[in-house]
């Protein structure tokens, strides 16, 4: 299986910053995730995309089927969005395929 | 909100040993999975589980591991003789109908092997 390629691997910005990370993948998906993780190590699912762009709160995600990419965006960035944000794709295929994950983007943000 | 529960949150376990991660799916999902993520390392897939067996496997997933859903709330990961290198956090998720539908994690299981 293909790999997920995140951009960038790190990012520090100001509080109040929008915020943009990229995710990208090779071969055509049947579904894509943006999951954040905190420090403490737990993961939480923020959206799930198979097509065009959905918002939640401050949250933006988005997705290009023709061009295999996918952006998170992050409004008025504050404090607590400090965590690593992963991208996860599922692959088409058979029966319950797991998650092919990106190796994250560090977001700290400073007040 | 409904959640996965993993317990236990940390585990501490001598090479060659058997360990039993449990986990508690939402109760109307389907599609059952563990992940781990070594310290450091990007989440990896291991195994996923629908309609009592195993659907797909990772090529970590070998013989040394096996899941079990014993009495139809508990999903558990089983491994037989732990290794150093398994030491990693030890994710389960599930998800509702179809596997395309959002992914709820645990909050994971911190396995030390030592």
């Known amino acids: 299986k293909n790999e997920v390629e995140q951009s960038p691997q790190n990012l520090t910005a100001q509080e109040g910053e929008f915020i943009t990370i990229n995710c990208s993948y090779s071969v055509g998906i049947s579904a894509l995730h943006w999951l954040q993780q905190h420090p403490g190590g737990g993961i939480v699912s923020l959206f799930m995309l198979s097509s065009g762009k959905k918002k939640h709160g401050r949250l933006i995600a988005t997705i290009n089927i023709q061009e295999k990419h996918s952006s998170l965006h992050i409004t008025a960035s504050h404090p607590r969005d400090s965590a690593v944000y992963i991208c996860?794709?599922?692959?088409?295929?058979?029966?319950?395929?797991?998650?092919?994950f990106g190796k994250g983007t560090h977001l700290i943000i400073q007040p | 909100e409904p959640e996965v529960t993993q317990t236990p949150s940390h585990q501490v376990t001598q090479m060659g040993q058997e360990v039993i991660l449990r986990c508690v799916p939402i109760?109307?999902?389907?599609?059952f999975y563990w992940y781990r993520q070594i310290l450091g390392q990007k989440v990896e897939f291991l195994v996923s589980?629908?309609?009592?067996?195993?659907?797909?496997k990772s090529e970590i997933f070998d013989d040394q591991f096996s899941v079990e859903r014993p009495d139809g709330s508990n999903f558990t990961l089983k491994i037989r003789s732990t290794k150093l290198e398994d030491s990693a956090m030890y994710f389960c998720?599930?998800?509702?109908?179809?596997?395309?539908?959002?992914?709820?994690f645990g909050q994971g299981t911190r396995l030390t092997v030592v």
């Open positions: 109760s109307n999902h389907l599609y």
């Open positions: 589980f629908y309609n009592n067996e195993i659907s797909e």
């Open positions: 996860a794709v599922r692959y088409p295929g058979g029966g319950a395929d797991g998650l092919t």
């Open positions: 998720a599930s998800s509702g109908g179809t596997p395309n539908t959002e992914a709820f």
